[in-house]
C-alpha cells in the first residue's frame, strides 16, 4: 500500500456562474518516505493539489488516502509550508514553533515545547532569532522557522506549497541543502514523506525522488519521472555530470514541448 | 527644534562640540522664554480689583519648570522630549493668554473667567473634594468600560466568525450602535436601582457597540491565509478563536476601543450630571447651577487632566500588545 494514493481527483471551481475546472482525474501515489515534487506552469493546478492534501479544500470528485484512509480534512498526519502567512506575526519564532508541537502533542508541558523549538531552531541556524518576531525576520529566515515548525511537529508527511518561490536564488540554494540534510537525516529515524510543488525544474531535480509534471486547461498529470541520482547529493558535483545535464534538458523539453502545444507556435518566448 | 536637526545633520564634528550641540538641544527650547515672559507679565500691574492669587500661578510655574529641566536632563529619545516641551510650552502659552486676559487687562467677565492664581488656589482648598470625585467617575468609567470589553470582545469573536459565513450580525450591530446611548438613560434610570449602575450602564452600552463592530470587522477582515495556516496546523474551535482571530484582528478591536473610551468620557459627564451625587460631572454640575465658575474651571481641567492620562496608559497598552507589528 502507497502513503498517499491520489485517485481520479476533480475540483470544479463555480465563480460568476462560469465553472473552471482546476483538477481533472489527477491519479498518482506516493511511497513511504519518497520526496515528491509537483511541478508545472501556473494555473496547472498544482496548489489546488496541495490544498486538498492539507484538507482546506474539497474535491468535487475522487479522493485521496493517506495509509488507506480519506483524506476528510486537515490531520495531525501532515505538517505544512507554505510560501507566505504560516507564520502567526504576533508570537515570537520560538513561540511559533511551540505553537505547532503544542497541537499535535497535547501532553508536553510548555517548558518541554519551548525545549524541542529551540532544538529545532536550532538545526535551522535560527538559535539567536529565537525571540524575534517574523516582521524582524527576511523572508528566507521566517521560511527556516516555517520548516522548523513543520518538522518539530514530526508529522508523518510534509507539504510544502512554493516554500522557496520568493526568495531570492542565492538563498533559495542555500535553504534547499537544509532542507535535504534536516530530511536526509543521520539515519537514525525514518525519512518522512514530502510532497513539494515548485515552478523551478531544478529545485525539483536536486530535491526529489520523483517530479510529477502537470499542465494546466484542465489540471492533470502530464508525465511522472524518477529521478536517478543517488543520495546523499551534492549540487556542485551533480550539476557538472554529463547525466545530470541530459537528465535536466530532457525535462525542461518535456516542459516547453507541453506548453508549446497549447499555445500551438513553435516560437514560445519564456 | 532646528537645533535638534542640526545636531542630527552633523555627526561627524569635534567631541566637545557635539557634546555643546547635544546640550543645547536639551536645554535651548523656546519653552524657557515663554518661562522668563509668564514670570515677566506679572510685573504688569493688575486690572482687577479682586485678589488673583497670582503667587499660585508663579510657585506652579517654577514647579513646572524644575521638572522641565529634570526631564530634559533624563529623557532619551529626541522625539519624546520634543513631544514632552512642546506640551509644556503650550501649558505656558495658555496660562499667559489667561493672565493677560483676566488679571493685567481685564477684558472677560471675572465672574465667567476667574484669573488662573484664582483656580489654582481653588484647586488646592478642594483638594481632598475633587480626588474623591476623581475616583468615583474613574471606577464608573472602568467598571462600564471594562465589563463592554469582557462582553463585546469574545461576543464580536463569534459573531465575526459566523459573519464571515454571512449573517444580520453586522446589521443589527450598526443599527443598534447609531443608538446615541444618552437615550438609554431614561430606561437606566427606570430599570437600575442606583444613579451609580445607571451610569456604568451608559458607559457600558457607550463601549459596548464601537468595540463590538471593531471587533467584528476586525475578524472579517483576518486573511484567510493566516487561517488557512492555523488550519492545517490543526487548532480546534476555541484555540482559531482566541490563539488567531483574535490577535490577528486586534489592531481593529483597538480602533473600537478607542472610539469607545472617548464616547464614554462624553457621556460620563453627562450620565453624573443626572441625579448622581459624587463624580466629576457632579462637580462640575453642582457648582456651574451655582455660579461658581472658578470650580467649574477647576472640574473642567480635572477632567482634562483624567483624560489624558487614561489615555496616555491605554495608548502604552495598545502599543505593547502590538509591539509584533511594524
Request: aromatic share 10%; glycine share 6%; net charge positive.
Amino acid at each position: 500500500m502507497s502513503k498517499i494514493e491520489i485517485r481520479n481527483l476533480t475540483v470544479d471551481y463555480t465563480e460568476k456562474k462560469k465553472s473552471f475546472t482546476a483538477l481533472k482525474n489527477v491519479s498518482f501515489s506516493i511511497e513511504e518516505g519518497e520526496f515528491v515534487s509537483v511541478i508545472g506552469s501556473s494555473g496547472c493546478g498544482k496548489s489546488t493539489l496541495l490544498s486538498i492534501l492539507e484538507g482546506i479544500n474539497t474535491p468535487t470528485d475522487g479522493e485521496i488516502l493517506i495509509n488507506g484512509e480519506p483524506v476528510t480534512g486537515t490531520g495531525t498526519d501532515r505538517g505544512v509550508v507554505f510560501q507566505h502567512y504560516s507564520l502567526f506575526p504576533w508570537m515570537t519564532a520560538r513561540k511559533n514553533v511551540a505553537f505547532g508541537i503544542k497541537q499535535v502533542n497535547k501532553s508536553a508541558g510548555r517548558a518541554e515545547r519551548l525545549k524541542v523549538a529551540d532544538e529545532f531552531l536550532e538545526k535551522v541556524g535560527l538559535e539567536d532569532f529565537k525571540n524575534k518576531y517574523p516582521s524582524q525576520l527576511s523572508g528566507g529566515m521566517q521560511q527556516r522557522v516555517a520548516i522548523a515548525r513543520a518538522l518539530a511537529m514530526d508529522t508523518e508527511i510534509l507539504l510544502m506549497d512554493e516554500p522557496f518561490g520568493a526568495i531570492d536564488a542565492k538563498n533559495r540554494t542555500i535553504l534547499q541543502e537544509l532542507l535535504l540534510k534536516l530530511w536526509e537525516g543521520d539515519g537514525s529515524s525514518a525519512r518522512k514523506t514530502v510532497v513539494f510543488v515548485t515552478h523551478d525544474i531544478d529545485e525539483a531535480i536536486f530535491l526529489s525522488d520523483k517530479i510529477v509534471m502537470m499542465t494546466a486547461n484542465p489540471g492533470r498529470v502530464y508525465r511522472e519521472i524518477s529521478v536517478p541520482f543517488d543520495r546523499p547529493r551534492n549540487r556542485k558535483e551533480l550539476v557538472q555530470t554529463r547525466e545530470y545535464n541530459k537528465f535536466r534538458n530532457e525535462l525542461l523539453a518535456l516542459f516547453y514541448s507541453d506548453i508549446a502545444s497549447k499555445i500551438g507556435g513553435e516560437e514560445v518566448v519564456l | 527644534m532646528d537645533i535638534q536637526t542640526n545636531a542630527v545633520a552633523a555627526p561627524a564634528i569635534k567631541p566637545d562640540k557635539k557634546i555643546k550641540a547635544e546640550f543645547l538641544r536639551r536645554y535651548l527650547r523656546v519653552v524657557h522664554a515663554l518661562f522668563a515672559v509668564l514670570l515677566l507679565i506679572q510685573l504688569l500691574p493688575d486690572q482687577l480689583t479682586t485678589d488673583t492669587c497670582a503667587s499660585y500661578v508663579i510657585w506652579f510655574a517654577v514647579g513646572v519648570e524644575v521638572f522641565t529641566l529634570i526631564v530634559s536632563a533624563l529623557i532619551k529619545k529626541p522625539a519624546s522630549l520634543n513631544l514632552f516641551v512642546d506640551i509644556v510650552a503650550f501649558i505656558y502659552g495658555l496660562l499667559i493668554a489667561w493672565i493677560l486676559a483676566t488679571a493685567k487687562f481685564n477684558v472677560l467677565k471675572p465672574a465667567l473667567f476667574p484669573p488662573p492664581g484664582k483656580v489654582f488656589q481653588q484647586f488646592i482648598e478642594d483638594y481632598d473634594k475633587i480626588i474623591t470625585n476623581v475616583f468615583s467617575s474613574v471606577g464608573i468609567i472602568l467598571q462600564g468600560y471594562l465589563l463592554a470589553l469582557v462582553v463585546a470582545v469574545p461576543l464580536g469573536l463569534f459573531l465575526g466568525w459566523s459573519a464571515r459565513l454571512g449573517s444580520a450580525a453586522t446589521y443589527i450591530s450598526k443599527f443598534l450602535g447609531a443608538i446615541p446611548p444618552i437615550v438609554y438613560i431614561p430606561y437606566g434610570i427606570a430599570l437600575l436601582p442606583t444613579f451609580r449602575s445607571v451610569s456604568v450602564f451608559v458607559i457600558f452600552l457607550a463601549t459596548f457597540w464601537p468595540v463590538l463592530s471593531g471587533t467584528m470587522s476586525g475578524v472579517m477582515n483576518v486573511e484567510k491565509k493566516t487561517i488557512d495556516s492555523a488550519k492545517v496546523l490543526n487548532v480546534n474551535k476555541f484555540t482559531m478563536l482566541f490563539s488567531v482571530i483574535l490577535p490577528a484582528s486586534l489592531q481593529q478591536i483597538f480602533i473600537g476601543c478607542n472610539q469607545g473610551l472617548t464616547v464614554s468620557f462624553v457621556l460620563l459627564t453627562s450620565a453624573e450630571m443626572i441625579g448622581a451625587q459624587s463624580g466629576l460631572g457632579y462637580y462640575i454640575k453642582n457648582y456651574s447651577d451655582f455660579g461658581d465658575y472658578t470650580r467649574t474651571i477647576v472640574g473642567l481641567i480635572v477632567v482634562g487632566i483624567v483624560i489624558v492620562f487614561i489615555s496616555f496608559i491605554f495608548n502604552r497598552i495598545q502599543k505593547y500588545l502590538l509591539r509584533w507589528k511594524q
